[in-house]
């Protein structure tokens, strides 16, 4: 079964830093998607970036970028010039053919002014 | 473009009393979800429509859980009776390429306590 590992429950950065989240994952699928969503206190999940398992080239959008190693089964989000909206609850999920999009436990992130 | 609604966005319960939420998704999203999240978690999935068939509902209580989307539009997900154990986050999502290449649109959830 495919499943999704966030083996960091909270993570801080100072404003204007950079942070990296990590994700794991495992699959005997060579065909699939990652996303990583952010989820507010208002609790709606906001789509921050995704990326296709056959495109080698790691997808970016705006400060946020992703290191998706596939070999590695890794997928990790890097936050660059951290601010404070960005403080969240961040969920990497997957999703194939075969499978109805999997979340990870989660990484709560503070933004420190 | 509205998003996916949801309601109620709060709802306050005594055991073994029924509950019922709604959802409304994004016009033209044939496929429909409902999670569940608990407390610290991540969401996970309850069932699964393609216009209004259940394609998959493996994880969906049933002795308890009932879910229905009519005319292949708005679903509702009902609980009776409700147990302590059900307090959690009921969200709603929609999708219509299956979620493969664009992922998934949220609404923002029903927040149900269940005392």
């Known amino acids: 079964a495919q499943t999704v590992t966030q083996s960091q429950p909270e993570m801080s950065v100072q404003e204007a830093e950079t942070v990296t989240l990590s994700c794991t994952y495992d699959?005997?699928?060579?065909?699939?998607?990652l996303f990583w969503y952010k989820q507010p206190p208002s609790r709606q999940m906001i789509l921050v970036i995704r990326?296709?398992?056959?495109?080698?080239q790691n997808a970016t959008e705006n400060r946020f970028s992703v290191n998706f190693q596939k070999a590695a089964k890794s997928f990790s989000l890097k936050i660059s010039d951290s601010q404070l909206g960005d403080a969240a609850m961040y969920f990497c999920?997957?999703?194939?053919?075969?499978?109805?999009?999997?979340f990870g436990a989660g990484t709560r992130l503070t933004v420190k002014p | 473009e509205a998003g996916v609604v949801q309601s109620p966005r709060y709802k306050i319960i005594e055991k073994k009393q029924p509950v019922a939420f709604w959802c409304n998704p994004i016009?033209?999203?044939?496929?429909l979800y409902w999670y569940r999240q608990n407390l610290g978690q991540g969401p996970e999935l309850l069932i699964r429509?393609?216009?209004?068939?259940?394609?998959?509902d493996s994880q969906l209580p049933k002795d308890r859980f009932s879910a229905e989307r009519l005319k292949g539009v708005d679903s509702t997900l009902k609980i009776q009776p409700a147990e302590l154990g059900d307090s959690a986050v009921y969200l709603c999502?929609?999708?219509?390429?299956?979620?493969?290449?664009?992922?998934?649109?949220f609404g923002s959830g029903t927040r149900l306590t269940v005392v």
């Open positions: 429509y393609e216009n209004e068939e259940a394609v998959d």
């Open positions: 699959t005997s699928e060579s065909d699939y998607y």
């Open positions: 999502a929609s999708s219509f390429d299956g979620g493969r290449i664009y992922g998934y649109t």
């Open positions: 016009s033209g999203h044939n496929t």
């Open positions: 999920a997957y999703r194939s053919a075969l499978a109805d999009m999997r």
């Open positions: 990326q296709e398992a056959y495109k080698q």
